[in-house]
Structure formats: structure tokens, C-alpha cells
T-cell receptor, first 114, second 112 residues
């Protein structure tokens, strides 16, 4: 299957700082990328959907000013957690798909805010 | 909004027996239904998918059935093996909406 690369895989940051997570589709052009958050032993909660060159569409309850998403090209989307707090600690995972095809997931990023 | 319900949340079966996981979706525009397997600490991996123009699809020990009228779809794993232990997620998406909405997940344990 197609490859989606997500970096970093783990990050520890201090409370109040910002963290950027990158999601790249390596061998296909991702018309749409998705960002999910996963709490331990829970499902994938969709945070936002981004299409290349346009603003991301955030799900209800997700703060767009806190979770900045940029989809600058067909192969790269970034999620920036701004002014991180301990409650933002979670597993963040991206996925990417070409139009109307299956989605492929990145490795995920475990964020710990101390 | 769109919603996908998944049952059961946990499932324990004897090795060699079958396992069935069921999902229900709310958006009648959904026409693509993938199933993902997620092992601890790893990314979800697509194991099988089905489109709305098909009622059943099989791949070795894994099969998926779809009832569009009832908005139900199910995953069937036969002759379960220890390596089948994982969390399984169903999902639904459609042509008009590119969002993929996941079910709540089923933690499958295979007893030796």
C-alpha cells in the first residue's frame, strides 16, 4: 500500500510551548489529509479534514486556534499544537487519501506535555 | 452529523472459533466501508473494505458483509489465530464527503 510518513513519532514538550507534527504522503498525491486524536484504549477521534490549498475543516469541539493545520502541498500537512498543556497529551495520527480511495495512516505521534 | 456505532467493545473467542464485529452507520450517502486493525502502539492498517455496490467480500479468513437498507456492515474472522488479537475499527465514508468516520473500536482477544 501507499506510504504515509509522520514525524516525530514521540515528542515531549514543556507546557506553554508549541509543537509541530508533519504528515507526508511519500508515493501519492493526497488530495485530503485527516488528523485524528486517540486516547488510550479509545477510538480515533477526527479533529479536522484538510484539502490542499484550502483551510481545514474542524470538527465540532476542536479549537482551530489551538490546533493549527496547514496543507501546503499535495504531499504535506502539518498540525501545530499551540500553547500546549498537559491535557493535550495524546496520540495524534494523520491519514491521507487520494480522491475516493482508501486512507493510509501515518505512524502516529505520541505527545507528552510536562 | 455522521455517526458509526460499533459492537461489541470487547470480544474474547477461543482460538479456532469465529469472531463477528458489527457496525451501523447513519449517513445514507456513505458508500465505502473500510475495516482497520490496530495493534498496540501502531498505526491502523486496512484489512478489508467493501463498497456499496457489493453485498459481501471475502479475503481468506476475513469477510465483510453490507446491508445498505439496514445500514449495517459486519466483519467476520474465521479460524481465529493468536495474531488476530488487536483492536478493530470499522469506518464509513462517502462520495460527497471525504471524511472517514470511525466506529468506537472492538478489542479482540484470542484465547489459546
Amino acid at each position: 500500500g501507499a506510504v504515509v510518513s509522520q514525524h516525530p513519532s514521540r515528542v515531549i514538550c514543556k507546557s506553554g510551548t508549541s509543537v509541530k507534527i508533519e504528515c507526508r504522503s511519500l508515493d501519492f498525491q493526497a488530495t485530503t489529509m485527516f488528523w485524528y486524536r486517540q486516547f488510550p484504549k479509545q477510538s480515533l477521534m477526527l479533529m479536522a479534514t484538510s484539502n490542499e490549498g484550502s483551510k481545514a475543516t474542524y470538527e465540532q469541539g476542536v479549537e482551530k486556534d489551538k490546533f493549527l493545520i496547514n496543507h501546503a502541498s499535495l504531499t504535506l500537512s502539518t498540525l501545530t499544537v499551540t500553547s500546549a498543556h498537559p491535557e493535550d497529551s495524546s496520540f495524534y495520527i494523520c491519514s491521507a487519501r487520494e480522491e475516493y480511495t482508501e486512507a493510509f495512516f501515518g505512524q502516529g505521534t505520541r505527545l507528552t506535555v510536562v | 452529523g455522521e455517526n458509526v456505532e460499533q459492537h461489541p467493545s470487547t470480544l474474547s473467542v477461543q482460538e479456532g472459533d469465529s469472531a463477528v464485529i458489527k457496525c451501523t452507520y447513519s449517513d445514507s450517502a456513505s458508500n465505502y466501508f473500510p475495516w482497520y486493525k490496530q495493534e498496540l502502539g501502531k498505526r491502523p492498517q486496512l484489512i478489508i473494505d467493501i463498497r456499496s455496490n457489493v453485498g459481501e467480500k471475502k479475503d481468506q479468513r476475513i469477510a465483510v458483509t453490507l446491508n445498505k437498507t439496514a445500514k449495517h456492515f459486519s466483519l467476520h474472522i474465521t479460524e481465529t489465530q493468536p495474531e488476530d488479537s488487536a483492536v478493530y475499527f470499522c469506518a464509513a465514508t462517502g462520495e460527497l464527503s471525504s471524511k472517514i468516520i470511525f466506529g468506537s473500536g472492538t478489542r479482540l482477544s484470542i484465547r489459546p
